[in-house]
Structure formats: structure tokens, C-alpha cells
């Protein structure tokens, strides 16, 4: 077995840092973030997903995804180690891109994720993406798909009934967990809408989910030699498998934001910045 590659040295001075959006949106919900760690000496960079914003012409791949931050980070001006901030979709990516051993990995300082503890190796993602492929082929079953999303994402949550505690951390020293897991329910059409608003949607729906299949985001997190910072909203309906994820890490926090959803950094964007001060300070200390 081959030794795990050396960690990056720690960070003399600020971190740089890369954002990855989540399904259907852009660069632009980091707008706020953006602003917030460049005003504290971050150099940063906001990608584009293949099939969203700039690259909307590009049908969405892994391969494409992984390029998209390998020109992230070749972007960056500063050779300082780079954290990587990814929502859902991104969360998902990032840790994916994060699991390899590539010259722009080896910068890799931490990553932060949320709204993706739900891993896309499991039943959720595969019901979710038979649902994408009916919706994308008629208006009724995309409406039969959000009453499915909306049923199952209820029954799930009061099965799981978790705590919701503000902090959790796994790593040299105790170990605290909690329930939880993404809000898959996002990706779903919503009862009352109608399909003909979602139809470019579904196909990077049905793209996403496809490239997603068979990757185990788990198994990516144990795969990690550099700390993570998991941040979901407490109101994020499917928070299903926040426990397994930071068991599998390493050296991980777990933050629960009150009173946000599955978009957790628009939702609370200053509570969010202030979590992702103290993560990226905690990665500059090592």
C-alpha cells in the first residue's frame, strides 16, 4: 500500500479559497461570502458548474466539474493553500475533487461543505434520479415526482427525528455526532408548479444525479488527509446521514445553523460567514 500523500504546509498567511454553487443556481449565490473574505485578505474565486451560469452551453460531467475547480485554483494569483467552500451539488464535487491526488489537490488546505451528508451511493439518489427522468419526459410526472419528494422527505425526517445541536467535532480529540443528511427534496419539482418552468433544469438534474451515482461522498471524506467543516441548516428537511459523515472523517466539525434550511448560506448569511471565519482560520493554524 502506497503512503498518503504529504499534507500541504501550513498557510503563513490567509488561505485562498474557491466556491462551488449547488444545482440550478451559479456562482452568484456566493456573492456575500465572496465579499466577506476578501474583506478579510482572502484571495477568492466563485466556478461555474458545467451546465450552469457561464458554462450553461456545457452538459453537466464529473470530469467537467473537476476541471472546472482544477482552473479555479490554477486561477488564483496567490500560491498560498487553498480551502474549498461547496454547497449540495458543489458540497458533493468538492468532496470528490478533494479524494484525488492531483497537483492542485496537493494545495488543499481544508474544505467546508453543506448540504450534501446524504451519501449519493445510497437508495435517495437513485429514486431521485428516476423521478429526474420521468419529470424531464412529462409535465405529469413531474408533478407526481414532487408529491413523492415532498411525501418521502416527511416521512424520512420523522423517522429520523434528530437532535439538532449547534456544534459537533470528530477528530484527535472527543468525538460528538448527530443525526442528518441533504435536502434531496430540493431537486424535486414543487406540488403546483408547473413542469415547463423546470424542464431545462431536469436535465442537469437527471446529468448530476447520473455522474453522482456509485460515488459514496463518505467514502470521499475518509479518503481526506486535510480537516473538513460540515455546515447544514437544522432546517434542512433531509438531514439524514450528518452522523455517519463526520464519523468518517478524520479530523471534522459538524455546525448546525438554526433556523436555515438547505441553502444554508443564503438563508443565514452572516451566521454562515462566521462559520466559515473560524474554518478557515482553524485551517491557516495547521
Not at 116 to 137: F, I, N
Not at 235 to 243: A, G, K
Amino acid at each position: 500500500m502506497s503512503a498518503p500523500a504529504p499534507r500541504p504546509p501550513a498557510a503563513q498567511g490567509p488561505v485562498s479559497v474557491v466556491f462551488v454553487h449547488g444545482m440550478r443556481t451559479s456562482s452568484a449565490i456566493w456573492d456575500r461570502q465572496l465579499a466577506h473574505v476578501r474583506s478579510a485578505g482572502h484571495e477568492a474565486v466563485a466556478v461555474d458548474l458545467p451546465a450552469h451560469g457561464a458554462r450553461h452551453a456545457q452538459r453537466f460531467s464529473m470530469d467537467g466539474a473537476f476541471e472546472a475547480l482544477d482552473d479555479a485554483v490554477a486561477s488564483l494569483a496567490s500560491s498560498a493553500p487553498v480551502a474549498v467552500v461547496g454547497l449540495s451539488l458543489g458540497g458533493y464535487t468538492s468532496l470528490a475533487w478533494a479524494a484525488r491526488r492531483t497537483p492542485h489537490t496537493d494545495r488543499l488546505a481544508g474544505v467546508v461543505v453543506a448540504g450534501c451528508t446524504s451519501d449519493p451511493k445510497g437508495k435517495p439518489v437513485a429514486l431521485y434520479r428516476e423521478l429526474a427522468r420521468h419529470a424531464v419526459a412529462s409535465r405529469q410526472a413531474a408533478g407526481r415526482a414532487g408529491r413523492l419528494a415532498a411525501r418521502w422527505g416527511t416521512t424520512a425526517l420523522q423517522s429520523a427525528r434528530p437532535p439538532f445541536l449547534a456544534q459537533a467535532r470528530r477528530g484527535p480529540g472527543a468525538v460528538m455526532t448527530v443525526g442528518g443528511g441533504a435536502d434531496l427534496r430540493a431537486l424535486a419539482v414543487a406540488p403546483g408548479q408547473s413542469a415547463e418552468t423546470y424542464r431545462p433544469g431536469w436535465d442537469v438534474v437527471t446529468d448530476a444525479l447520473t455522474h453522482l451515482a456509485g460515488r459514496s461522498s463518505v467514502a470521499n471524506l475518509r479518503a481526506l488527509e486535510v480537516p473538513v467543516w460540515i455546515v447544514n441548516g437544522a432546517r434542512d428537511t433531509m438531514r439524514l446521514e450528518e452522523q455517519r459523515h463526520l464519523a468518517a472523517a478524520r479530523d471534522a466539525a459538524l455546525v448546525v445553523v438554526q433556523g436555515a434550511g438547505h441553502d444554508v448560506n443564503s438563508d443565514a448569511p452572516d451566521a454562515f460567514n462566521r462559520v466559515l471565519t473560524r474554518a478557515l482560520a482553524d485551517f491557516t493554524r495547521r
